[in-house]
């Protein structure tokens, strides 16, 4: 595996370019625009990608640890197969995203934005979703065990047997405009 150290990316490195099996360790791709680029069988270690503009880029197979990604609009990108480890995702937007076998354990995501996404079936547990919004979001099987939930809102979304703790629960409702009467 190749691995990249301390370097700081600009645009053009990230246009037009495919990285396979590569390390990069403490990089920094904020603020940078992604174009036609592609990532498969990656691992990003304490990268910085922070305000990243990603325009037709994928990433597949790849590995996040420690990583900062807050304020990205994952729009016009294909995540597959990708994990999340500790990272901090927020603001973050994904729209019309399927996300099949992406994972984010202990990752903070909160303020994120899905709209349309299919996350049926996934393992969201031990995440941090506090003002998190899912609107029109298909959610059949998907697990919330173990996450912050507070201030969650579920819009026009497809539940079914989705898994949620009492926290997870009491935040759903309140989210449909229940109230707990003391």
Same mark, same amino acid.
């Given at each position: 595996? =190749?691995?990249?150290?301390?370097?700081?990316?600009?645009?053009?490195?990230?246009?037009?370019?495919?990285?396979?099996?590569?390390?990069?360790? /403490?990089?920094?791709?904020?603020?940078?625009?992604?174009? #036609?680029?592609? #990532?498969?069988?990656?691992?990003?270690?304490?990268?910085?990608?922070?305000?990243?503009?990603l /325009?037709?880029?994928?990433?597949?197979?790849?590995r996040?640890?420690?990583?900062?990604?807050?304020?990205?609009?994952?729009?016009?990108?294909?995540?597959?197969?990708?994990?999340?480890?500790?990272?901090?995702?927020?603001?973050?937007?994904?729209?019309?995203?399927?996300?099949?076998?992406?994972?984010?354990?202990?990752?903070?995501?909160?303020?994120?934005?899905?709209?349309?996404?299919?996350?049926?079936?996934?393992?969201?547990?031990?995440? =941090?979703?506090?003002?998190a919004?899912?609107?029109?979001?298909?959610?059949?099987?998907?697990?919330?065990?173990?996450?912050n939930?507070?201030?969650?809102?579920?819009?026009?979304?497809?539940?079914?047997?989705?898994?949620?703790?009492?926290?997870?629960?009491?935040?759903?409702?309140?989210?449909?405009?229940?109230?707990?009467?003391?």
């Amino acid at each position: 595996m =190749n691995s990249i150290k301390d370097r700081n990316f600009v645009d053009h490195d990230l246009k037009g370019v495919d990285f396979e099996e590569t390390k990069f360790v /403490d990089c920094k791709f904020a603020k940078s625009q992604f174009k #036609f680029t592609g #990532f498969k069988n990656c691992i990003f270690f304490n990268c910085d990608f922070s305000n990243a503009l990603l /325009d037709s880029t994928s990433f597949t197979k790849c590995r996040f640890e420690d990583c900062k990604l807050n304020w990205i609009n994952f729009k016009d990108c294909s995540l597959s197969a990708c994990i999340f480890q500790h990272c901090l995702l927020e603001g973050c937007s994904f729209e019309k995203q399927k996300l099949p076998e992406c994972s984010f354990p202990e990752s903070d995501l909160t303020s994120v934005y899905f709209a349309n996404c299919d996350l049926s079936g996934m393992d969201l547990t031990h995440v =941090n979703f506090e003002k998190a919004i899912f609107d029109y979001c298909k959610l059949k099987g998907t697990s919330f065990t173990d996450s912050n939930t507070t201030g969650v809102s579920f819009q026009n979304c497809q539940i079914s047997q989705t898994i949620l703790d009492l926290e997870g629960f009491i935040q759903f409702g309140l989210s449909k405009g229940f109230k707990l009467n003391n």
